[in-house]
């Protein structure tokens, strides 16, 4: 395939430059659970399920777990970087 482009263009022929892009197939043998979840996300938010009352409860829900998951972590983070000592930056010069 030989296309010739601006950097940052694809030019498609014949669709074979978006299938590689994309390659569905080789995302679905590789994790076909994930595929499965996106497309019932996508189908959730195309359905207008976005807005509803149900989808504030589980996006709430899901920010609270991925908080408690990530709390842990941030906090070893926050602890090390207050608690290390600073290395001495400044060098005194002989002038």
């Given at each position: ?11 498609v022929v014949d669709g074979s430059v978006l299938r590689e892009t994309f390659d569905i ?71």
């Amino acid at each position: 395939m030989d296309t010739e482009s601006k950097p940052g263009m694809a030019v498609v022929v014949d669709g074979s430059v978006l299938r590689e892009t994309f390659d569905i197939k080789g995302r679905l043998k590789r994790n076909p659970y994930g595929m499965v979840a996106g497309a019932l996300g996508i189908g959730f938010a195309l359905g207008g399920g976005l807005f509803t009352r149900v989808a504030s409860r589980i996006l709430g829900t899901g920010l609270r777990i991925g908080l408690m998951a990530a709390l842990p972590i941030l906090q070893k983070q926050i602890i090390d970087t207050f608690t290390k000592p600073k290395p001495d930056t400044t060098r005194e010069t002989d002038q």
